[in-house]
């Protein structure tokens, strides 16, 4: 059975704190690895990644995935409030249409 | 103009009743599909279709029973609510033979409460 292990499952920081979120799977046929950002609504799609090693970047997000240790990790630096979301983890393979979704990272900045 | 969008928004509804939840996507997609999200935030796939085709049923009860018309729609029918029933539903679609196709797009949810 495929798997997405995200950790930690919440975290507080304080603004202007770099937090490193973690993804872990286990799945047949790995085809990508998506993060998505999700708030009050609909998860938004952050990153997807489909090669170890290059990293993606967007403003302060940044992410990278290892294909040989089956994890990516989602670094946020310099935190703002506006970057309390639930952050989540999802990976597509070769063998299925939908997203195996991680239970998600909850992360809470405070001022 | 909304990607995907889905209808209603919020629903509470009594045990035993039945509900539909209509979705639109107008992106051009070819895949369009159901999500449950539980109290715990766990994003669940329920059903899949690829043009008007079910290609994906997970383990739901046969009282969900999801409809597609045509490619840019894809509706959940809901028979016999039950209080587990209880969840944020997702509808969401993507266009499976792009590169990114698994970058999939999700409406702003449906909140279903049943009482």
């Known amino acids: 059975e495929d798997k997405v292990v995200q950790s930690p499952l919440s975290l507080v920081v304080h603004e202007g704190d770099t937090v490193t979120l973690n993804c872990s799977y286990e799945?047949?046929?790995?085809?990508?690895l998506l993060w998505y950002k999700q708030e009050k609504k609909a998860p938004t799609f952050l990153f997807m990644l489909?090669?170890?090693?290059i990293e993606k970047k967007s403003g302060r997000l940044s992410s990278i995935l290892d294909k040989k240790e089956l994890f990516s990790i989602l670094n946020i630096t310099a935190t703002q409030t506006g970057d309390s979301a639930i952050y989540l983890c999802?990976?597509?393979?070769?063998?299925?249409?939908?997203?195996?979704f991680g239970k998600g990272t909850s992360l809470l900045v405070t001022p | 103009d909304t990607a995907v969008s889905q209808t209603p928004k919020y629903l509470v509804t009594q045990m035993g009743n039945d509900k539909s939840i209509k979705c639109e996507q107008n992106?051009?997609?070819?895949?369009m599909y159901w999500y449950k999200q539980d109290s715990k935030k766990f994003l669940k796939i329920m059903f899949s279709y690829n043009n008007k085709e079910l290609i994906i049923n997970e383990t739901v009860p046969n009282r969900f029973s999801p409809k597609s018309p045509d490619k840019a729609h894809l509706n959940l029918h809901i028979n016999s609510l039950e209080l587990g029933d209880s969840a944020v539903y997702f509808c969401?679609?993507?266009?499976?033979?792009?590169?990114?196709?698994?970058?999939?797009?999700f409406g702003e949810g449906s909140w279903l409460t049943v009482v």
């Open positions: 969401a679609s993507s266009q499976i033979t792009r590169i990114d196709g698994n970058t999939i797009y």
């Open positions: 999802a990976v597509a393979t070769n063998s299925g249409y939908a997203l195996n």
């Open positions: 992106l051009g997609h070819d895949t």
């Open positions: 489909t090669s170890s090693g």
């Open positions: 799945v047949t046929n790995f085809r990508s």
